[in-house]
């Protein structure tokens, strides 16, 4: 019954070392998000595609890219992460933009650097 | 830019009794506020949600009041149990961007 769908769960990798993190969805919404969350604090977003449109927000930094190749599925790629990366990233859909309506958050990717 | 303030930044109840929390917003074309709860490593929830046509909203044991003249809006959460333990977020939005307040963490002692 999972609605958004996170892998994997847990993501180690090397500084520096580029990774990729995937988010599928069963709802057929047409936006997908990508949030990073630092601990104690309030998710950040970072971009988000209404359908194929890609809207990058003004503070996200440029090592950070994302693809969605079609309407289920949306990848996040940090192409080289440092420390400061390490954090959970979540993804999140809503049906329509956020004045819509519900955003529902898939579990969350936990990323470690080392 | 929206600008969502949240307080309190900790909320501590005894089990049965009520808890407030409280969220201003800057933008007064915002016209949507959601709520959010995330128990520790899990997900965020959408708990209870308002529109800025309506002024109270009540689900159960909780409930969500704004006062679009103040730009405010708040959340109860009436006969608190072990299990409303968790960080709460408001925000409010008018397009595509939430603007999360920077959450309340709620502990409800047995």
């Known amino acids: 019954d999972a609605m958004v769908i996170q892998n994997p769960r847990y993501q180690v990798t090397q500084f520096g070392k580029p990774v990729t993190l995937s988010c599928s969805q069963t709802l057929n919404h047409n936006v997908m998000y990508w949030y990073q969350q630092k601990s104690s604090q309030a998710p950040k977003l970072l971009f988000h595609y209404y359908d194929k449109d890609f809207n990058n927000e003004a503070d996200t930094p440029d090592n950070f890219q994302s693809r969605r190749p079609n309407t289920s599925f949306c990848f996040l790629d940090i192409r080289s992460p440092g420390l400061g990366d390490a954090a959970m990233y979540l993804c999140?859909?809503?049906?329509?933009?956020?004045?819509?309506?519900?955003?529902?958050f898939g579990p969350g990717t936990r990323l470690t650097v080392l | 830019g929206e600008n969502v303030e949240q307080h309190p930044s900790t909320l501590s109840v005894q089990e049965g009794d009520s808890a407030v929390i409280k969220c201003t917003y800057s933008?007064?074309?915002?016209?949507?506020f959601p709520w959010y709860k995330q128990e520790l490593g899990k997900r965020p929830q959408l708990i209870i949600d308002?529109?800025?046509?309506?002024g109270e909203k009540k689900d159960q044991r909780i409930a969500v009041t704004l006062n679009k003249t103040a730009k405010h809006f708040s959340l109860h959460i009436t006969e608190t149990q072990p299990e409303d333990s968790a960080v709460y977020f408001c925000?409010?939005?008018?397009?595509?961007?939430?603007?999360f307040g920077a959450g309340t963490t709620v502990t409800v002692r047995a």
């Open positions: 925000a409010a939005t008018d397009d595509y961007k939430l603007s």
């Open positions: 999140a859909t809503s049906r329509d933009l956020a004045s819509g309506g519900e955003q529902f």
């Open positions: 933008d007064s074309a915002s016209n949507y």
């Open positions: 308002i529109r800025s046509n309506v």
